[in-house]
């Protein structure tokens, strides 16, 4: 297929353009590098299979040739307040990714009769009530609060998506990804996975915030791209959970990363300082993917952390 992914030098963006060239496919990349890095995609150059386009997606939206897919990955997705990269500090262009790009997106693949897929989030369901959270969960999300332009963008989104489905018949699907991380994240992302590498790296205390026991699960970036994948393959319309159920501490976590880097300045916690919404329990059911896709995450944790921690080095100038 030919396929246009939108926030292709992106984190998951870029990982998601390799995948699809090693599987046969042509790659047109969109990004407007707000939050994308050109580095992503350099290793793409002189690649006949891929081409760039370097658009907003909030605009209208012309590819030429033929498209047989879209896949729509374009929005910033930090919600740490303290990273130029985090979505409090770009709502509205957060915001108009998920409203206005999802729907030039969704009115490519009508024009071209092309399958489309939604990247939307485990944000989607907020600081849940439900645990593990399941897809048919409507979510416990505050419609006003300073992460709402993400949540709600990615809400909307969704909505958008099944009405282009039901009114238009386009062939849609939308995947709900959870905590990932790998290579190609921001160091200065503000997430708690590049945060802890970094400070370990320089040999500093980790940051917690709150008490550490708020939780969240994190799929290695190879298993989430196998999942997109085979979603995308699939005829599944309905949204799907794609994360690690493993549940981990930030305490748990925390130790981990000191283990692994050889860290041995510890933590520091900062008690009151968890964010407004930041939810306290995070854990995908990914029962669907399993019986739908056949898919579930091969990397362990200390694995993938592995690897991630040599990109990090990489990224800082670490020997």
């Not at 998601?16 to 407007?32: F, I, K, P, T, W």
Request: proline fraction near 5%; charged fraction near 20%.
């Amino acid at each position: 297929m030919r396929i246009l992914v939108t926030g292709a030098a992106g984190f998951l963006g870029s990982n998601l353009c390799d995948r699809l060239l090693a599987e046969g496919h042509q790659v047109v990349g969109m990004d407007n590098f707000i939050t994308g890095k050109r580095e992503n995609l350099a290793h793409l150059a002189g690649n006949s299979d891929f081409t760039f386009i370097r658009h907003d997606v909030s605009s209208y939206i012309f590819v030429p040739g033929e498209v047989q897919a879209v896949m729509h990955f374009a929005s910033p997705a930090s919600p740490n307040p303290k990273s130029p990269y985090g979505y409090t500090n770009l709502p509205i262009q957060t915001m108009k990714a998920g409203a206005l790009g999802t729907h030039n997106t969704l009115g490519v693949a009508y024009a071209r009769g092309a399958r489309y897929m939604l990247a939307s989030t485990s944000e989607i369901y907020g600081d849940p009530l439900e645990h593990p959270q399941r897809e048919d969960y409507w979510g416990h999300v505050n419609p006003i609060g300073e992460r709402s332009v993400y949540d709600e963008a990615k809400r909307f989104a969704e909505a958008l998506t099944m009405a282009y489905h039901r009114f238009h018949n386009v062939n849609t699907s939308i995947v709900r990804i959870f905590n990932t991380y790998g290579p190609r994240m921001h160091i200065d992302d503000g997430r708690v996975v590049p945060n802890f590498i970094s400070q370990a790296l320089n040999g500093e205390p980790l940051t917690i915030y709150g008490d550490g026991e708020q939780t969240r699960s994190f799929c290695y970036v190879d298993d989430l791209i196998d999942g997109i994948y085979r979603l995308l393959m699939s005829d599944e319309h309905m949204p799907v959970n794609i994360g690690n159920p493993v549940e981990t501490s930030i305490n748990g976590f925390a130790e981990v990363i000191n283990r692994l880097t050889g860290n041995k300045a510890g933590t520091v916690y900062k008690a009151d300082a968890r964010g407004e919404g930041d939810p306290q329990r995070r854990q995908p059911d990914i029962t669907r993917a399993k019986t739908i896709l056949d898919w579930q995450p091969q990397i362990d944790l200390e694995q993938g952390i592995s690897s991630t921690i040599e990109y990090f080095k990489k990224e800082l100038g670490i020997a």
